[in-house]
């Protein structure tokens, strides 16, 4: 398949990558540390570069838990099988030390461009004590003085945020991108999405996972595709998201339970997590210290009500991890049945709750589109989006738009169906929304629907935003 998306993301390299090329500063080489969750793109995008660049290249992939030995040897054998113009140095080189394994990339190096890679750089340093201090001074004596651009790669988030923080000895040495998962644009054209409510369903159901995504038939439709891969066992839908949970968390952990309440059993109240159905309820410390460090990971999401009140205590969990979202959903339960050759059995609970799931789970991706289109003319000073709830849930307000310092701007509904809005949607809408602080009389009304708005709605809500005007906030 063609390379689609991460446009903006390899003009950004490239630009780095020019940096190196012309060599106007006093240190040619530039270091840029690149994270993103496994399996989202970032060894597929630094493979563009190095085929779009033809500069000479060396790839170094980490293994997790490897003995340091092995994984000297291996970067050593990486060095010397590159396209580095001295590579042969490299070539039968045990190095005892991340210090002479870095020396010999040095040595592969010389006066031309070239690029160097270096995958799952936390897997690497965490089998090395000081490993990260033997990195900063490599480069700053030796690779730095190269006309090299050094990617880093990581997927554990925390982690490689955590290797540019103040106190390390990497910091301010690297330039920071974060790679998420495609867009619902970029999946849309993807998979040939017939329309703009058809490309979000289609983001929710890939997560934006390039690997699923180009598995996905040009314009096939989602029963079709669900068809396919719960057929195959093998499938990158069904594979995916163990494989990305398998690398961090044993099956039997405490975080893939937390994960299978909030994602599988749609739990979100920390009371409903810990009492998770199962006949041991999980202890409150030990639940605290999970969340927070699944919420580090990026992996759930802890979101407050936004009013001109604060409500820390009425918090709500979310899977924040897009490609997780569905899996937990839907895949996971259905594993069982994909091995036993019943993909009709998975379809059908698909089928059964996806509408009520969708509505949910479209959410955060409506709240996170509007926070990319505000603040504009219309809505000059809203500079958060969020939802309001009470701690009883009752009554919901998918949206809340709010100043820097909450003053309160507009309230709204999101409903997700193709029929439009009725005058009944938004009577109930403005009875709910005096429920929430800091909403008078005057605080417009607003809604998300991608079947529009009945005239008679239409009146009374200061905008409607389609699924087609959202799509427009991610180009």
Known sequence: ???????????????????????????????????????????????????????????????????????????????????????????????????AALTLLDAALDDQPAIVVIDELPWLLEQIGGGAGELQRVWDTRLSKKPVLLLLLGSDLAMMEQLMAPDQPFYGRATEMNLGALTPTDIGHMVGAVDAMAAFDAYL???????????????????????????????????????????????????????????????????????????????????????????????????????AKQAAKNRRYRIDDPALRFWLAFVDPALGEVDRARPDLALARVELSFTSWRGRAIEPVVRASLERLLPDERWPQVQKVGGWWP???????????????????????ITWRSSPLTARDVTDLSVDATSIPG??????????????????????????????????AWP
């Open 391 to 413: 701690r009883n849930n009752t009554p919901e307000i998918d949206l809340v738009g709010a100043t820097r310092h909450h003053e309160v701007q507009f309230a709204g509904t």
């Open 1 to 99: 398949m063609s390379f689609i998306g991460r446009e903006r993301e390899l003009a950004d390299l490239t630009g780095q990558l020019d940096t190196v090329r012309a060599g106007r500063r006093a240190d040619p080489g530039v270091a840029v540390m690149i994270r993103g969750r496994r399996r989202i793109g970032k060894s597929r995008l630094v493979d563009e570069l190095t085929r779009r660049s033809g500069v000479p290249f060396a790839y170094f992939q980490a293994a997790r838990n490897a003995p340091v030995g092995d994984e000297l040897s291996s970067f050593a054998w990486s060095v010397a099988t590159s396209t580095l113009p001295n590579a042969a140095v490299a070539a039968g080189n045990t190095p005892q030390s991340l210090t």
């Open 205 to 307: 159901v890939t997560g934006g996972l390039p690997l699923v995504a180009q598995e996905w038939e040009h314009g096939e439709s989602l029963t079709s595709f669900l068809e396919r891969s719960f057929a195959s066992s093998t499938s990158a839908l069904v594979v995916s998201g163990g494989r990305a949970l398998d690398a961090e968390f044993p099956e039997a952990s405490i975080s893939r339970r937390v994960l299978t309440a909030i994602g599988g059993k749609g739990e979100r109240t920390f009371t409903g997590i810990q009492n998770d159905g199962a006949n041991d309820a999980m202890n409150a410390s030990t639940l605290t210290a999970t969340l927070r460090a699944l919420t580090d990971k990026r992996i759930v999401a802890a979101d407050e009500p936004l009013s």
């Open 439 to 472: 909403v008078g009389v005057g605080t417009a009304l607003v809604a998300v629907c991608p079947g529009g708005a009945d005239p008679s709605a239409r009146d009374d809500l200061a905008q409607v935003w389609s699924a087609r005007d959202l799509l427009a």
